[in-house]
Structures are given as C-alpha cells and as structure tokens.
C-alpha cells in the first residue's frame, strides 16, 4: 500500500515563495508518474504539475502555474518537491501530492491512484 506524505505548506505574501515536499512510500512501480494537485473549496481538484520518471525525467505543467512552478524530485528516494515562486493569492488552495498519476483523454482530466493527505497554501495580498 502506497503511503503519501505531503509537507512544507503554509502561508506567504503575494510574490513570496514556499517548497512543498511530498514521500510516497510504498511504492511499488518505479516508473509510475507523480504529481500534485489542488484544490479550493467548492471547487474541483486540478492539475498543478507532473513529473514522469521512464524514459527520463519529464516536467508537465497547468498554464496557470508554467513559469512560476518547478517540479522536481528524486525517484529512488520516492520524493517529489514543488517550489513555487510569485505566488499570487488565486495559489491559495490545499495542495495534495499524488502517485500512479495518468491522464483520461476521454475526459481531458488527469487522475492518482494514490494521494495524501494534503498541505494548505494560503497567498495573501
């Protein structure tokens, strides 16, 4: 059983930046996708970023964060970090930390199999 741990959430002035942390332990394919997503109350969860590690490390991200958000991470230790810098205050949201994650062209979503607990952002202004 795949055991997700996210960390590093907190609260930070518009332009600010904050690292989150994520641990995936338990994993059993190490060529499965990891990501993170997040959410506002009332709103759907979405797609923030993703990182693929077979075939070599790929970085994808949402528009709304390219250029201000770095995913990275190291696939043997299971961990995956996402640095966000200028922050805005639409950044605000629960952020969760994903693993197995895949797209659904059907659907044009992406979606986890497994996911933590979740670590709140909040940007104010």
């Known amino acids: 059983q795949v055991h997700v741990v996210e960390s590093g959430g907190g609260s930070v002035q518009a332009g600010g930046s904050l690292r989150l942390s994520c641990v995936a332990s338990?994993?059993?394919?190490?060529?499965?996708?990891m990501g993170w997503f997040r959410q506002v109350p009332g709103r759907e969860r979405e797609f923030v970023a993703l990182?693929?590690?077979?075939?070599?490390?790929?970085?994808y991200y949402a528009d709304s964060v390219k250029g201000r958000f770095t995913i990275s991470g190291d696939n043997a230790m299971n961990t995956v970090f996402l640095q966000m810098n200028s922050l805005k205050p639409e950044d605000t949201a629960v952020y969760y930390c994903?693993?197995?994650?895949?797209?659904?062209?059907?659907?044009?979503?992406?979606?986890?199999?497994?996911w933590g607990q979740g670590t709140e952002v909040i940007v104010s202004s």
């Open positions: 994903a693993d197995r994650v895949y797209y659904v062209p059907g659907g044009d979503e992406w979606k986890a199999d497994n």
């Open positions: 338990g994993r059993t394919d190490s060529n499965s996708d």
């Open positions: 990182i693929t590690w077979g075939g070599g490390n790929r970085q």
